[in-house]
């Protein structure tokens, strides 16, 4: 399978702890997506990577989440000191190209549940 | 702005045609989409449209888009009961690659 892989798939964890989501994108592809998806809702843009290059963030990305892409192949997400409200579904995408001429490919996504 | 709206529920009978709608507010819109998400599954891409087109049709899929009333539409032709599932529509504007998605719609097809 060579599509996008999110690991782990579900991550049940306390309140104050930090967590770290993986992504690895089609191989070729130079942008890297992070979203936010809760139940009911469409998915929220929080960040993209343009290469290893940070290229824009979302004010949703509060200073508790970083992310990471290294060297421009996988990407990590860590939410710091984990709050109730962080519970949602966190999807990776990948693109290569100008947008209209491939699509984003999007993950399964982890599911973080923080109680 | 950014803002993406859609309806929240469809219902339809199989074999009918469905009729999803969004509007949006960002007028610099280059490329506007819609994503099928089905149950546990990631969101996969059915079919999107430039500015600059009225009408794309891709099998049952026909997408209509009034750029100046900025609404968006994807009729589905024949519906089945495996069409049912959410479909989000989404923008990418002039001068960024970040995807901004509506708020879903839910389509449920009756047999």
């Known amino acids: 399978d060579t599509g996008v892989s999110q690991n782990p798939r579900h991550k049940i964890t306390k309140r104050g702890q930090n967590v770290t989501f993986r992504c690895d994108p089609i191989s070729e592809h130079n942008r890297l997506y992070w979203y936010r998806q809760t139940l009911g809702q469409g998915p929220e843009f929080l960040t993209y990577?343009?290469?290893?290059?940070?290229?824009?963030k979302s004010r949703l990305l509060s200073d508790r989440f970083s992310a990471e892409r290294p060297k421009g192949s996988f990407s990590t997400l860590e939410i710091q000191r984990t709050e109730q409200g962080d519970s949602a579904m966190y999807l990776c995408?990948?693109?290569?190209?100008?947008?209209?001429?491939?699509?984003?490919?999007f993950g399964q996504g982890t599911r973080l549940t923080v109680v | 702005g950014e803002d993406v709206e859609q309806s929240l529920f469809l219902s339809v009978r199989e074999g009918d045609s469905s009729v999803i709608n969004c509007t949006y507010t960002?007028?610099?819109?280059?490329?506007l989409y819609w994503y099928k998400q089905e149950p546990g599954a990631g969101l996969q891409l059915l079919t999107y449209?430039?500015?600059?087109?009225d009408m794309k049709q891709d099998q049952r899929l026909t997408v209509l888009l009034n750029k100046k009333d900025k609404h968006l539409s994807l009729r589905i032709a024949d519906t089945q009961t495996g069409d049912s599932a959410i479909y989000f529509c989404?923008?990418?504007?002039?001068?960024?690659?970040?995807?901004?998605f509506g708020t879903g719609t839910r389509l449920k097809v009756l047999a």
């Open positions: 449209i430039f500015s600059n087109m």
């Open positions: 990577f343009q290469n290893e290059a940070q290229l824009e």
């Open positions: 989404a923008e990418i504007s002039s001068g960024t690659y970040k995807y901004i």
């Open positions: 960002d007028s610099s819109s280059t490329y």
């Open positions: 995408a990948s693109s290569s190209g100008p947008p209209a001429d491939t699509e984003a490919f």
